[in-house]
C-alpha cells in the first residue's frame, strides 16, 4: 500500500477527504458525509463541511487552465495514429497491479475516431459502477427523449360552482431542476431554471384577467409511479438527507433549501408550498394548505412553462454528478418507452433503448439510474460502447454524453482531482464521469493522446479498501493521464 503521494495540497477539499479516511467515514466525489457509515453513500452535495464548491470556485493560480476546445471539435480533429495495445497496456500496467486498487480491476481502451477496441484487461466480471452508470441513463434519455426535449410544469384552474373556491393545481412534470426562485444574475445553470415564483405569477395574473382573487391549491405528482426510493439501496438513504425521494415535482431537487444539504420527506408537497407562498405574495388569496389530488379534465391551463433543454439537463447530471437529476431521467425514458415511470420501468426501458442501439448487455444488471445501488453490475464491453454512442457521429443526438463530461483539474466534480504530479499531464485533456462509493471506484471518459488520438476508456475498481481510498483514486488519475501522455505507437 502507498503512502504518502506527491499531491498538491492548496485545496481544501483534500483535507477533508483526508480526514474521512482516517476516521472511517464515508467518503464520495470530493464530500465527507458525517454521520454516515462507511459502506453507505454517494456522490454529490450533500454536507456543510464539503469543499468549496467547484462550480462557483476558481482553481488554484498555480493551475488554472485555458478553456477547453469545445468537444465536438476535438472529436472531428482527434485522429491521431491508432493506438498499440502493447503500448497501451505497458503505461499502465504499472498503476493496474498496483495492491491499492484492490482485487476486482478492470480497464477497457477504445478509440473512438474509428471505433475500435484498444485494449481491454483485468477481471473479466460485471463491476459495481457507482455514477459511472449516469452515462447509461444519460444516453438513454438522449436517445429516446432528443437533445432538444423539455420537460413542462403547468398551473391549472378548476371550475368551481358559485359557493366554492376555485382550486389551481400545480402539476409536475418531470422538470428535474424547477427551482423556488429564479437564479440571480451570474449563478450558474441560470438558463436552466423554471421557478415556481414565475408559475405563481403567471398564474396571479392570469387569475385576475379572470376576475378570480381566492382560491385553493392543489398538487398533482402523479406522473411517476412506484416507491420513491429505490428498495435495492441502502435504508438510510433517503432518511438520511443522502437523496431525495424521487416525485415529478419538486423544487431544488427535494432540499429544504436550494444550498441546503437537507431534503424534505414530501417533496412534492414542499413544492406545492413555495407555490402557495407565491402566489401570495402575488397577491391571491390563498386558503388552507395545499391539498394532493389531480387536476379535472376540464381544468383550463392558467400557465406553463418548460425547463432546460434535456442535454443542457445531462450536462448538468454529469457535471455534478446528481443523483436525483440520474432518477428523474431514468422515469423519462421508462414513460419515452411505454412503460411505468418507476425503478423498473426505467431500468427496462434504459436497457431497450440501449440494445437497440448495440451496447452489449449481457452481464448488466442496473436497479436505478444514478448507480447509488450496490446491486448495479456493469461490463467493460458495455461501458466502452456507450461512451462510443457519445463519440458517434451517426449519433449527434447523443454528443453530451462525451461533450458534456467534467474536464480533469477544472470543473464539476473533476475539478479538485487530478491533484498528484503523476497526473498533470492530464489537466485539461482528460473528460471524464466519476464513480464514488465506499470501495468503488470509476472513471470513465475520453482523452486525446500526445499523438492526437482520441480514446475513449473506463476504469472500475469496486474491492477497494478503505485506508486505500485516497490511493486509489489517484491511481486512476494517473491511469488517464498516462493515456494522455502516451505515444502508444508500435
Known amino acids: 500500500m502507498r503512502r504518502g503521494r506527491q499531491l498538491t495540497l492548496g485545496v481544501g477539499g483534500v483535507v477533508l477527504v483526508a480526514v474521512a479516511v482516517v476516521t472511517g467515514l464515508a467518503v464520495t466525489d470530493g464530500v ?42 476535438v472529436l472531428a480533429a482527434a485522429r491521431g495514429p491508432l493506438a498499440d495495445a502493447r503500448a497501451v497496456r505497458a503505461v499502465l500496467r504499472p498503476m493496474l497491479v498496483d495492491p491499492d486498487l484492490g482485487g476486482h480491476v478492470g480497464v477497457v481502451v477504445r478509440d473512438l475516431a474509428r ?47 358559485r359557493d366554492v373556491v376555485p382550486r389551481v393545481v400545480l402539476v409536475g412534470g418531470g422538470d428535474p431542476l424547477l427551482a423556488t426562485r429564479p437564479p440571480n444574475p451570474g449563478e450558474a445553470d441560470v438558463a436552466m431554471t423554471v421557478s415556481v415564483a414565475r408559475l405563481a405569477a403567471d398564474s396571479a395574473r392570469a387569475l385576475r384577467q379572470r376576475g378570480v ?35 415529478a415535482l419538486w423544487v431544488d431537487e427535494g432540499r429544504i433549501a436550494p444550498d441546503s444539504a437537507e431534503r424534505s420527506a414530501d417533496p412534492a408537497l414542499a413544492a406545492a408550498g413555495a407555490f402557495a407562498e407565491a402566489l401570495r405574495r402575488a397577491g391571491v388569496r390563498v386558503d388552507g394548505e395545499p391539498q394532493a389530488g389531480t387536476a379535472r379534465a376540464r381544468a383550463d391551463v392558467l400557465t406553463e412553462a418548460a425547463g432546460a433543454q434535456l ?9 455534478v454528478s446528481d443523483n436525483e437529476g440520474a432518477e428523474v431521467l431514468l422515469r423519462h425514458v421508462a414513460l419515452a418507452t411505454d412503460r411505468p415511470a418507476s425503478f423498473t420501468g426505467g431500468v427496462s426501458g434504459v436497457r431497450e433503448v440501449l440494445t437497440g442501439l448495440g451496447v452489449p448487455y449481457a452481464g448488466v444488471r442496473t ?13 467493460l464491453a458495455a461501458l466502452a460502447q456507450v461512451l462510443q454512442l457519445g463519440a458517434d457521429p451517426a449519433q449527434p443526438a447523443l454528443r453530451t ?71 486509489a483514486r489517484a491511481l486512476l488519475d494517473e491511469m488517464a493521464a498516462a493515456l494522455a501522455g502516451c505515444g502508444c505507437r508500435r
Open 32 to 73: 465527507q458525509l458525517p454521520g454516515v457509515e462507511s459502506d453507505a453513500p454517494p456522490d454529490g452535495p450533500v454536507a456543510t463541511t464539503r469543499p468549496p464548491d467547484p462550480l462557483q470556485v476558481e482553481p488554484p493560480p498555480e493551475l488554472v487552465l485555458p478553456r477547453p476546445r469545445p468537444a465536438p471539435a
Open 401 to 471: 454524453v462525451t461533450a458534456g463530461l467534467p474536464v480533469a483539474r477544472f470543473n464539476g466534480s473533476l475539478a479538485y482531482r487530478f491533484l498528484s504530479l503523476d497526473a498533470a499531464a492530464g489537466r485539461g485533456l482528460v473528460r471524464a464521469k466519476t464513480g464514488t462509493l465506499s470501495r468503488v471506484h470509476g472513471l470513465a471518459g475520453t482523452v486525446v493522446t500526445r499523438n492526437g488520438t482520441l480514446l475513449g476508456f473506463g476504469l472500475l475498481t469496486d474491492d477497494v479498501q478503505l485506508p486505500d481510498t485516497l490511493d
Open 213 to 247: 382573487r381566492r382560491v385553493r391549491v392543489g398538487y398533482d405528482a402523479g406522473l411517476f409511479i412506484g416507491p420513491a426510493a429505490a428498495p435495492s439501496w441502502a435504508p438510510d438513504y433517503v432518511r438520511a438527507d443522502i437523496v431525495s425521494p424521487v416525485s
Open 115 to 161: 471505433d475500435r477496441a484498444v485494449l481491454t484487461a483485468g477481471d473479466p466480471d460485471p463491476y459495481v459502477p457507482a455514477s459511472t452508470l449516469k452515462l447509461f441513463t444519460a444516453a438513454a434519455a438522449l436517445a429516446q427523449l432528443g437533445p432538444d426535449h423539455r420537460f413542462t410544469t403547468s398551473v391549472r384552474l378548476d371550475p368551481a360552482g
Open 311 to 319: 442535454d443542457s439537463v445531462v450536462e448538468h447530471v454529469l457535471q
Open 367 to 379: 436497479y436505478d439510474g444514478s448507480g447509488l445501488s450496490r446491486a448495479n453490475r456493469i461490463t
